[in-house]
């Protein structure tokens, strides 16, 4: 069965980090480009990041850029974002979604991110 599993959310004061991990199973995870998508409260998707198959490259959106570091390790099925000087804007329920513009139908339940003082 194919399966994301996303943990490490939670309630964060501005300006602190936390690290989201997805841990996939059910497909060969080191095949696929993997993505990072949010969705506050009343607002649609966006896209946040992607990392290539080997974690060789990869590209964030603007307003993350310099704060998320995206990272995987294949050997353990496994997806990172390391998330820095967080601020309230960030506040969304975070995905794992499997390719490149996290548009895909493979994705986990999500895992809240809460910034607020």
């Known amino acids: 069965q194919v399966r994301l599993v996303e943990s490490g959310g939670g309630l964060v004061q501005p300006g602190g980090s936390l690290r989201l991990s997805c841990t996939a199973s059910g497909f060969p995870f080191g095949f696929y480009y993997m993505s990072w998508v949010r969705q506050a409260p009343g607002n649609g998707p966006e896209w946040v990041s992607h990392?290539?198959?080997?974690?060789?490259?990869?590209r964030y959106a603007d307003f993350v850029k310099g704060r998320f570091t995206i990272s995987r390790d294949n050997a353990k099925n496994t997806l990172y974002m390391q998330m820095n000087v967080l601020k309230p804007d960030d506040t969304a329920l975070y995905f794992c979604?499997?390719?490149?513009?996290?548009?895909?139908?493979?994705r986990g339940q999500g895992t809240q991110v809460t910034v607020s003082s």
């Open positions: 979604v499997r390719g490149p513009d996290g548009s895909g139908p493979v």
């Open positions: 990392i290539n198959t080997d974690g060789g490259s990869t």
